[in-house]
């Protein structure tokens, strides 16, 4: 595992690799921004909107760092091998990531109600988001060379 986080580390000191996680981060945090009102979140969620938002901040971060892992991994080798991770990780974050864009997506395909079935409006779901995105990050880190330092 440690040497694992190393070759994480390695990747994003890279300027490169970096800045695209950076950019990720920026973007999906835009996103939230845009598409949460944490006062009305306040009034109808109480206390518990904090929670969903800390997540939502931490799903930010693992998104950023998976999308830097994976276009290393697609320059090393110049193919992507892992579509279906990447199709997956987005997907996960954009359905179960985001607060607003959950219930919106899930909208336009018509699986709103499947969403009310929930005790704690959805956020189970950010859940198996945030195990998705890390067992996608072990796996790209684990596919992943060793990167000198």
């Known amino acids: 595992m440690n040497n694992r986080i ?8 890279q300027k490169k690799y970096l800045a695209i996680s950076i950019i990720t981060f920026a973007v999906f945090i835009g ?6 009102d944490i006062e009305q979140q306040l009034g109808n969620l109480g206390n518990f909107a904090y ?12 998104f950023a760092i998976f999308i830097g892992l994976f276009i290393f991994q697609y320059d090393t080798k110049k193919e992507l091998s892992e579509k279906k991770g990447l199709v997956g990780g987005a997907l996960g974050v954009l359905f179960f ?3 607003a864009c959950n219930i919106t997506l899930a909208g336009y395909l018509g699986l709103a109600g499947f969403l009310s079935v929930f005790p704690w409006y ?4 950010k859940i198996v988001a945030l195990g998705v995105l890390l067992i996608s990050i072990v796996r790209l880190s684990k596919l ?3 990167v000198k330092l």
């Open 122 to 125: 959805g956020y189970e779901l």
């Open 144 to 146: 992943t060379c060793s």
């Open 51 to 62: 929670l969903q938002l800390g997540t939502d901040v931490i799903i930010a971060a693992l």
């Open 97 to 99: 990531g985001c607060a």
């Open 6 to 13: 190393i070759n994480i580390i390695g990747i994003l000191k």
């Open 31 to 36: 996103i939230i921004n845009y598409f949460n």
